[in-house]
Structure formats: structure tokens, C-alpha cells
């Protein structure tokens, strides 16, 4: 029922109300407030709309993190299409597979990868059209990104419910491939807001998104900062110097990352001599060591590490500081179900092991054209990890 509805467009449109003039969304040079986000965004979904883009329709993208690629994202909430972000660091047989599997209509390539999409695009009959993406030369079969965007219809309305898919993300190889993880924007939106309660985000809030927007883990801090209406400013690719460098200019104040990221970042710390400020971090997402813990404490005496629980199939499940207690995965959060089963699917005691089971709104609609790998998944009307 769209009454009840809140949709991925909708945080735009509010952060556009509420926070017109704060900024949104940070990429080297470019600097766009949420009202010239929202602008931009109603602009590319115009464009979508002009070149023959429904509800429903995949669009894929291969390409490292940009300003545009967040643009994407906002485009196809409005209209209703579902973004295909592809892991860059699969080889060309895996984008080939990942690309007949959802078949797009367009995809959109980075200068790295357009050589690779270029030759699988005519192995794949969805594909109607290629867009360059971050920059670069235009190769042969290849269209500007911005010849999309449209000032005719950027005015336009949709009625999108918020059930529908937003996007799919391609998880771990079962059986020899992946599958794709498909989510819809309610999955998102509910996502959101657990990480704000859990992280206490408000629109002073500067993320930096150091991880690759095909990661489920960038994707979901980035669109909570944003619900929260803070910033999120976008890197590339990681790089140690370049994210210290931008965690004191941009006064970071969240991100999350994987092992060895924080080694990584303290050490080319030590390498500056301490040429950096991290002190306005409040909160990081991730695991890592206890010494890197104490040591990034003592760069930012305010900031709280979390851990917890999560998948692309099922967003942030269980959640809490890693001080409270170490080792542990935190308590479900708030919109979470959690219980532990055994081989028959027969709740088990506290303290014994089983299989983490799920329900919630943060729980995927399914994987995209597999049927009975949904169904197995979501046995017994939970959703199996």
C-alpha cells in the first residue's frame, strides 16, 4: 500500500527539504549538497526514462567508486529499476556469468573495465546499450554517462512501492556460482535505520566510504549516513594516506572496513609521523585485532568500534560496541528476530552451536531466478544463513 511506503527516493526528497544546503556526497573535487544531489539524481532518472528504462529493469555497473555511481543508485530507486553492481575483481568469465544472470539492459563501465564489458556485451542479448562511468575516454559501443541526464522529465513522479527490488548483489560462489542477493528498497530503508539507532548518525555525520559500492558493507553505511542526512565522501579505491588524509579534512566521523584496512591505516600513520587527526571518529564498523583497537583509541579517544552480524541476504542482524563484550557478535538489533538451530531445524539451548537463523524486514526478497534456493533458504519461514 504506497500510504505506507518509504522508499529510497523518498530520503532524498526529504534530505532535499530538511538539508538542502548541507552537503551529500564528496568525490575529489566535486562537492554536491543534498538539494543538487536530488537534482542530479531526477536528472539521470529522466534520462533512464527517455532511453526506454521500466520498473523492473536491470541496469549493471562495473566500475570503482564515484560520484556517479551514488547518483545510480539514487536514479533507479526513483523509477523503480534495480542496479547490478558488479565486483570489479572478478574475472572476465565472472562478469560475463553475473551479467547473463540478471541480464541488464545497459551497463556501465569505468575506464579499468570497459575493455572487459566491451567484449562480453555482445554475448549477452539484454544488453542494448554501454555507458562510460567515472570519467575517461569514450571507446567504439560506448555512450557518455552524461548524455543521460535530462532537464525534459527530471519533474516526473513514480509511484514506487517500497517492496520493490533495488538492487542485486552476486554473493559467494554455492555450487561454483553466485547468486544474486536481490534486495528491495524497504530492505534498505529498514537497514538504515538500525544503523543509525546503532550508530547514533544525525546529519553531522561524514562517512568515509572507503569500501567498493558492489559490497553490500559500503552500500548500507553510505545509505544510512545519507537517511541520516550527513555525507558521504567517496574514495576511488582505498588508499592508507588518502583516507587519513580525508578522515581530517572531511572530519570522518564513521566507516567500516575489513582486516587489513586499520593495520593498514596505522601504519601509514606511524610512516607521517602522526601528521594526521583522526580525533572526530565516533564510530567504526569492522573487526580487527585488540592492539589495533587500543591504538586507534588513542588517536581517537571518542570513537566506539562496533561488530556484529550481517550478510548481503540479511543486512546488519546483530550489533553492539566491541568492548561490551569481546568476541561476541552483539544482541539482534532492533528489527531483528534471532534464534540458533540445529540440523532439523529444532531450536537449540543458550550455549550450544546451530545455524543462525533470521526474521526481519532487513531479510533479501530472494535470489534472482532461483526459485528453490529462495524457498530452501527461507524453509520453515526463516531465513537459514
Same mark, same amino acid.
Given at each position: 500500500?504506497?500510504?505506507?511506503?518509504?522508499?529510497?527516493?523518498?530520503?532524498? #526528497?526529504?534530505?532535499?527539504?530538511?538539508?538542502?544546503?548541507?552537503?551529500?556526497? /564528496?568525490?575529489?573535487?566535486?562537492?554536491?549538497?543534498?538539494?543538487?544531489f536530488?537534482?542530479?539524481?531526477?536528472? *539521470?532518472?529522466?534520462?533512464?526514462?527517455?532511453?526506454?528504462?521500466?520498473?523492473?529493469?536491470?541496469?549493471? /555497473?562495473?566500475?570503482?567508486?564515484?560520484?556517479?555511481?551514488?547518483?545510480?543508485?539514487?536514479?533507479v530507486?526513483?523509477?523503480?529499476?534495480?542496479?547490478?553492481?558488479?565486483?570489479?575483481?572478478?574475472?572476465q568469465?565472472? &562478469?560475463?556469468?553475473?551479467?547473463?544472470?540478471?541480464?541488464?539492459?545497459?551497463?556501465?563501465?569505468?575506464?579499468?573495465?570497459?575493455?572487459?564489458?566491451?567484449?562480453?556485451?555482445?554475448?549477452?542479448?539484454?544488453?542494448?546499450? #554501454?555507458?562510460? /562511468?567515472?570519467?575517461?575516454?569514450?571507446?567504439? @559501443?560506448?555512450?557518455?554517462?552524461?548524455?543521460?541526464?535530462?532537464?525534459?522529465g527530471?519533474?516526473?513522479? =513514480?509511484?514506487?512501492?517500497?517492496?520493490s527490488?533495488?538492487?542485486?548483489?552476486?554473493?559467494?560462489?554455492?555450487? !561454483?556460482?553466485?547468486?544474486?542477493?536481490?534486495?528491495?528498497?524497504?530492505?534498505?530503508?529498514?537497514?538504515?535505520?538500525?544503523?543509525?539507532?546503532?550508530? %547514533?548518525?544525525?546529519?553531522?555525520d561524514? %562517512?568515509? #566510504?572507503?569500501?567498493?559500492?558492489?559490497h553490500?558493507?559500503?552500500?548500507?553505511?553510505?545509505?544510512?549516513?545519507? %537517511?541520516?542526512?550527513?555525507?558521504?565522501?567517496?574514495?576511488?579505491?582505498?588508499d592508507?594516506?588518502?583516507?587519513?588524509?580525508?578522515?581530517?579534512?572531511?572530519? @570522518?566521523?564513521?566507516?567500516? %572496513?575489513?582486516?587489513?584496512?586499520?593495520?593498514?591505516? *596505522?601504519?601509514?600513520?606511524?610512516?607521517?609521523?602522526?601528521?594526521?587527526?583522526?580525533?572526530?571518529?565516533?564510530?567504526?564498523? !569492522?573487526?580487527?585485532?585488540?592492539?589495533?583497537?587500543?591504538? *586507534?583509541k588513542k588517536?581517537?579517544?571518542d570513537?566506539?568500534?562496533?561488530?556484529?552480524?550481517?550478510? +548481503?541476504?540479511?543486512?546488519?542482524?546483530? @550489533?553492539g560496541?566491541?568492548?561490551?563484550?569481546?568476541?561476541?557478535?552483539?544482541?539482534? +538489533?532492533? *528489527?531483528?528476530?534471532?534464534?540458533? &538451530?540445529?540440523?532439523?531445524?529444532?531450536?537449540?539451548?543458550? @550455549?550450544?552451536?546451530?545455524?543462525? #537463523? &533470521?526474521?526481519?524486514?532487513?531479510? =533479501?526478497?530472494?535470489?534472482?531466478?532461483?526459485?528453490?534456493d529462495?524457498?530452501? +533458504?527461507?524453509?520453515?519461514?526463516?531465513?537459514?544463513?
Amino acid at each position: 500500500m504506497l500510504v505506507q511506503d518509504f522508499t529510497i527516493y523518498d530520503v532524498i #526528497c526529504r534530505n532535499a527539504q530538511c538539508h538542502a544546503d548541507r552537503e551529500s556526497i /564528496i568525490f575529489n573535487d566535486i562537492r554536491l549538497t543534498h538539494s543538487q544531489f536530488k537534482e542530479r539524481c531526477d536528472k *539521470l532518472a529522466a534520462g533512464l526514462v527517455r532511453m526506454g528504462v521500466e520498473k523492473g529493469d536491470r541496469l549493471g /555497473i562495473v566500475a570503482h567508486n564515484c560520484d556517479e555511481f551514488m547518483i545510480l543508485y539514487g536514479a533507479v530507486a526513483k523509477i523503480g529499476a534495480i542496479l547490478l553492481p558488479v565486483n570489479w575483481r572478478f574475472q572476465q568469465n565472472e &562478469v560475463e556469468f553475473v551479467l547473463k544472470d540478471a541480464t541488464p539492459k545497459f551497463v556501465f563501465a569505468g575506464p579499468e573495465y570497459q575493455k572487459t564489458v566491451g567484449e562480453i556485451a555482445g554475448k549477452v542479448d539484454s544488453i542494448e546499450r #554501454c555507458y562510460t /562511468i567515472g570519467g575517461g575516454d569514450v571507446p567504439d @559501443g560506448f555512450h557518455p554517462f552524461d548524455t543521460l541526464y535530462s532537464e525534459d522529465g527530471a519533474d516526473a513522479q =513514480f509511484l514506487i512501492p517500497a517492496d520493490s527490488g533495488f538492487v542485486i548483489i552476486h554473493t559467494a560462489a554455492v555450487a !561454483g556460482e553466485p547468486r544474486g542477493a536481490l534486495l528491495s528498497q524497504s530492505n534498505v530503508v529498514y537497514s538504515n535505520m538500525q544503523i543509525m539507532f546503532d550508530n %547514533h548518525l544525525g546529519p553531522e555525520d561524514s %562517512h568515509i #566510504c572507503m569500501l567498493p559500492l558492489f559490497h553490500i558493507a559500503a552500500l548500507s553505511r553510505a545509505m544510512a549516513v545519507m %537517511h541520516a542526512g550527513g555525507k558521504n565522501v567517496i574514495i576511488e579505491r582505498f588508499d592508507p594516506e588518502l583516507t587519513l588524509r580525508l578522515i581530517e579534512k572531511e572530519k @570522518g566521523t564513521t566507516f567500516f %572496513h575489513f582486516p587489513p584496512i586499520l593495520q593498514m591505516l *596505522l601504519t601509514k600513520y606511524d610512516e607521517t609521523e602522526g601528521d594526521y587527526d583522526l580525533s572526530s571518529l565516533r564510530h567504526v564498523g !569492522g573487526l580487527d585485532s585488540p592492539d589495533n583497537i587500543k591504538r *586507534l583509541k588513542k588517536l581517537a579517544p571518542d570513537v566506539v568500534l562496533g561488530t556484529g552480524f550481517a550478510q +548481503t541476504e540479511a543486512l546488519p542482524v546483530t @550489533g553492539g560496541p566491541m568492548e561490551e563484550r569481546p568476541g561476541s557478535a552483539g544482541r539482534p +538489533t532492533p *528489527l531483528s528476530k534471532v534464534i540458533l &538451530v540445529d540440523d532439523y531445524d529444532n531450536e537449540v539451548p543458550v @550455549g550450544t552451536p546451530g545455524e543462525i #537463523c &533470521v526474521r526481519s524486514p532487513v531479510v =533479501f526478497l530472494g535470489y534472482w531466478g532461483r526459485d528453490e534456493d529462495t524457498a530452501y +533458504t527461507f524453509r520453515n519461514n526463516w531465513h537459514h544463513t
